[in-house]
């Protein structure tokens, strides 16, 4: 039998984390994080990790495991979390992946080809190299050389695509965007519920504007003053997370603090609307309107309604 899978993702600050909570309380669930700055120790403030209070005795996996100069990809996440989704759905419980990250969610609802390709750390290291003295840019110009179908979809701040891309170039001699059905293939092996929740775009951005001020009361300075301490430097690619990136720079002279948390309010609300592109592209997930609920309350009841319906359906009840 196909084990069943609830996806509940959304762009930053719809209210991911209350929402899972509520529904893993209610049907027994367990939470895997699909947010791919949530992996790394010591950066708990600027990812929105859930606190332990808010997670009410849920377990939570794949967050807070990985040292921020740890090695990781989506091929590694989903080997991964493939795993923990088994070892939870043998216990009798209800998997539930939660995040915001779409090529962690792809690799888990599509047979992604590439995520088969090991990291080329070698080469990797080298495509650092020219990100540091060149930039961006200048990776994403080497992408459109061999790749321009990918290329065209990415920005050059999208360094962990590019990278991949290349990567996948390299070692197949294809290009990422030429394996077509065999890259991007629905999977089979779950019994899916995915949903993404979405709000008025004023309301969102207000609301990531509100977060970034509340993160920042909450000691996002001392956290990144922290990682440096602890020798992170601002080259690695966990602290060109949106907080960490313009925090240093604010550390490092470069600008005030409050160009650097206007700087975290604008990248957070772009981040947000390549979420809601990212998602729009299947057809399969469910689109929840928070702002046709009273309240979280009356929001996450329909949710855990429906998730029961859907999954009573899918057993023939």
Not at 12 to 28: C, F, P, Q, R, Y
Not at 247 to 256: A, I, K, R, S, V
Not at 258 to 273: L, P, T, W
Request: proline fraction near 3%; charged fraction near 30%.
């Amino acid at each position: 039998m196909k084990e069943k899978l609830v996806i509940l993702t959304g762009p930053t600050a719809v209210g991911k984390t209350s929402a899972s909570i509520a529904i893993a309380k209610a049907l027994d669930g367990e939470i895997v994080s699909a947010d791919s700055m949530q992996i790394y120790k010591y950066m708990d403030i600027g990812t929105a990790k859930a606190t332990l209070e808010e997670m009410e005795g849920i377990p939570h996996h794949l967050t807070d495991f990985l040292e921020p100069d740890g090695d990781f990809s989506a091929a590694i996440y989903s080997e991964m979390a493939k795993s923990i989704i088994s070892d939870i759905s043998s216990r009798g419980k209800l998997p539930i992946v939660v995040g915001g990250t779409g090529l962690y969610i792809n690799s888990l609802v599509y047979d992604l080809e590439f995520g088969k390709i090991d990291p080329q750390p070698d080469y990797r290291a080298e495509l650092e190299d020219i990100v540091r003295e060149h930039g961006g840019e200048q990776l994403l110009l080497m992408l459109s050389e061999v790749d321009p179908v990918s290329a065209s979809k990415l920005g050059s701040r999208d360094i962990k695509r590019i990278m991949r891309a290349l990567e996948v170039f390299k070692v197949t001699g294809e290009p990422l965007s030429n394996q077509g059905g065999s890259f991007r293939k629905e999977t089979e092996s779950y019994d899916l519920s995915m949903y993404c929740l979405n709000m008025d775009r004023k309301k969102l951005y207000d609301r990531i504007d509100l977060r970034v001020d509340q993160m920042m009361d909450s000691g996002l300075i001392t956290e990144v003053k922290s990682l440096i301490e602890r020798g992170y430097h601002k080259s690695l690619q966990a602290m060109q997370g949106i907080g960490y990136k313009e925090l240093c720079q604010y550390l490092d002279g470069e600008c005030t603090l409050q160009e650097a948390v206007d700087r975290i309010k604008q990248g957070s609300r772009n981040y947000a609307k390549r979420q809601l592109t990212w998602f729009r592209r299947d057809n399969r997930i469910k689109w929840v309107d928070v702002d046709d609920y009273k309240d979280k309350a009356d929001l996450h009841s329909f949710l855990i309604g429906d998730i029961l319906k859907v999954l009573n359906n899918k057993e023939g009840l």
